[in-house]
């Protein structure tokens, strides 16, 4: 790849980690608010191979807060203008589209290769439960969004182990299934506590009900969430910046807020020192939702001398 391209990136985390993620081979499913936003971060950050799934067509009401679609795409398979928009950026990219929609029947077809990391920004609780539950039983790493909708500030999205979440109903739901399914801790997820101010409609009490998006499989019409971009265009970054973590080394994408005089405390929001990070966070590599070594993802990140080593991946 050019390395000019990449040079602001390099110059902060250094020619070895922009080396690394260009070897790297993620899996992204869901192209929506926060799928999208996500993929255009890893692809600007130079991942070497990405497959991308999802089965929808770009719709007039995605223009809204899906940086896929434009009036250029409209009545577009999502998938396979991400796949152009990821080979506009880095045509030396190695780019993948399947327009699947993810669920039990499909995962062995998704999962015909090997990935270092899955990316799930899937907004349907059944397909999210199955691929989480997929790559926590196959040791496959994986982050995750909870739910972006209906949120209005950006400053309270966080990341933390699946198991630690508050506040987000679909959090909570996901938790509740996986547990049955004995599902445990170690996939770390992109959340929002924040208390949801909202009128609920049913489909067929909204104003413009030929706009209201369709479930997959069943046809049947879904609740109408209001969200904004700005909130969703946040969760997709925090995605990405937790997929880039775990695709090279944590405390190279981590940093330490400076003291304030005038409290006399250091600030929190980022904060190395005081802010829990998810478990493994401290390991390179560190298996989002694996319990033992995964084959894709068996080495460190170089060292300051260039040297690299192999290791185990754990919860």
Sequence with gaps: MQSEQFLRISRL??????????TRKILVVGLGAVGGMCLESLARSGIGTITLVDFD???????????????????????LVAMQRVMDINPECKVKALDLFCNKETLPEIFSEQYD???DAIDSLNPKCDLLQYCY???????SSMGAALRRNPFLVRTADLFDTYGCP??????????????????SVVFSPEIPRFTYKTPEEETQVAYNEQSPGNGRTRNVLGSLPTVTGIFGLNLAHLALSKLTCPEIFTGEAAFDARTKVKTTAHSKRNTPQPEGFSKCLG???????????????????????DVTNSH
């Design 13 to 22: 985390i250094g020619d070895e980690y922009v080396a690394q993620l260009q």
């Design 57 to 79: 067509i770009i719709s007039i009401t995605n223009l809204g807060r899906q940086i896929l679609a434009t009036h250029q795409t409209l009545g577009k398979k999502k998938s």
């Design 117 to 119: 990391l899955v990316i």
């Design 137 to 143: 039983v196959h040791d496959i790493p994986i982050v």
């Design 170 to 187: 679909l959090a909570k739901q996901v938790r509740n299934r996986l547990r049955r399914r004995n599902v445990g801790k170690g996939i």
């Design 287 to 309: 298996t989002a939702g694996s319990k033992s070594n995964n084959p894709s993802a068996t080495k460190l990140p170089l060292s300051a001398n260039g040297a690299s080593a």
